[in-house]
Nanobody, 126 residues
Framework: QVQLVQSGGGSVLAGGSLRLSCVASGRPVTNNAMAWFRQAPGKERETIATIDWSRSSTDYLDSVKGRFTIFADDPQKTLYLQMNSLKPEDTATYYC???????????????????WGQGTQVTVSS
């Protein structure tokens, strides 16, 4: 089993930056693609950034391209989401997630992610 524990988030003014972290424990996630998602109140959850098992290939939702960066430090354990130039519309609960073992390709399909973090709130005020 894989446990994902998130940290970071909080409140920031528009234009500011935040970094989210997601630490994996239990079974290693070395062969698993991972991703960040977010869900704003009253809206569906959306995939915003995904990274492959090698941690070298990434893809982003258009609305966050150039502002957000997904990366891993110590690839087996910690995933990050660096968020710059934040906008009020980025306000949401953010989740990290991992695909199953051996599923290493990037994907925007939420149902393919089987391990989920607990979520962390990001609030951007104007």
């Amino acid at each position: 089993q894989v446990q994902l524990v998130q940290s970071g988030g909080g409140s920031v003014l528009a234009g500011g930056s935040l970094r989210l972290s997601c630490v994996a424990s239990g079974r290693p996630v070395t062969n698993n693609a991972m991703a960040w998602f977010r869900q704003a109140p009253g809206k569906e959850r959306e995939t915003i950034a995904t990274i492959d098992w090698s941690r070298s290939s990434t893809d982003y939702l258009d609305s966050v391209k150039g502002r957000f960066t997904i990366f891993a430090d110590d690839p087996q354990k910690t995933l990050y989401l660096q968020m710059n130039s934040l906008k009020p519309e980025d306000t949401a609960t953010y989740y990290c997630a991992a695909r199953g073992p051996g599923y290493g390709a990037i994907s925007f399909r939420q149902h393919e992610y089987i391990y989920w973090g607990q979520g962390t709130q990001v609030t951007v005020s104007s």
